[in-house]
């Protein structure tokens, strides 16, 4: 799977509509402290279905909503769209949104669907919210500090078969 663009409306610091595309081959974000650099990756995650608002650094869920400053009043939605490419060349196109007191809603190249086929399309592609390809601050520690069963977990992700055990969980529960 490839990445190619980023949009970004409301989500954390990126209050006005931005687009960002991603080129083939390495990318680099800099810019001073506080400038949005972990945000972006943030917005990454959290398009894949990240559902934990400890990874995302907030406290509850609505929080990667613009808030405001002394100067622009706080938004009442973040939106963020991932176009991708398949490994089949198929595009893909992934928007999560969140209203305030509303929860998040999930598109799938137009159709409504459940954060759960979000995570599994990206587990299966091994690039999922949790994937060892995004590498945030303090990941490295964690690896050396992990639990063998923590370890596991980290390399299924990578290995693309971590959806296999949310469809063995999907299939004894019926
Ligand atoms: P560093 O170089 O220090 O790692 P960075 O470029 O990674 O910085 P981020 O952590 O991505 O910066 O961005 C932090 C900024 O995002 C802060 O100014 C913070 O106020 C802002 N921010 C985070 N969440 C929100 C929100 N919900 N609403 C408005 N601003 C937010
Ligand atoms: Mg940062």
């Known amino acids: 799977m490839e990445f190619r663009k ?19 081959g390495l990318t680099g974000v800099v810019g001073p402290n506080g400038c949005g650099k972990s945000n972006l990756l943030e917005a990454i995650r959290w398009v894949m279905a990240e559902s934990s608002p400890k990874s995302m650094r907030s406290g509850g869920m609505e929080d990667v909503i613009f808030a405001g400053t002394s100067t622009r009043p706080p938004r009442d939605f973040a939106e963020v769209v991932l176009h991708a490419k398949d490994d089949d060349g198929e ?7 969140i209203e305030r007191g509303a929860g998040s ?40 500090a992990a639990k063998s069963t923590e370890r596991r977990m980290m390399l299924e992700e990578a290995a693309g078969i971590a959806g296999l055990h949310v469809r063995r969980r999907d299939a004894e529960s019926k």
Not at 10 to 24: A, D, Q, T, W
């Open 6 to 24: 980023l949009r970004l409306s409301g989500f954390k610091s990126f209050v006005e509509p931005s687009e960002l595309r991603i080129e083939p």
């Open 91 to 97: 595009d893909l196109d992934v928007t999560r949104r």
């Open 105 to 144: 809603a999930y598109r799938l190249n137009g159709r409504d669907v459940r954060a759960k086929d979000i995570s599994l399309i990206f587990a299966d592609a091994a690039t999922g919210a949790h994937s060892p390809a995004l590498v945030s601050q303090g990941k490295i520690a964690q690896v050396i």
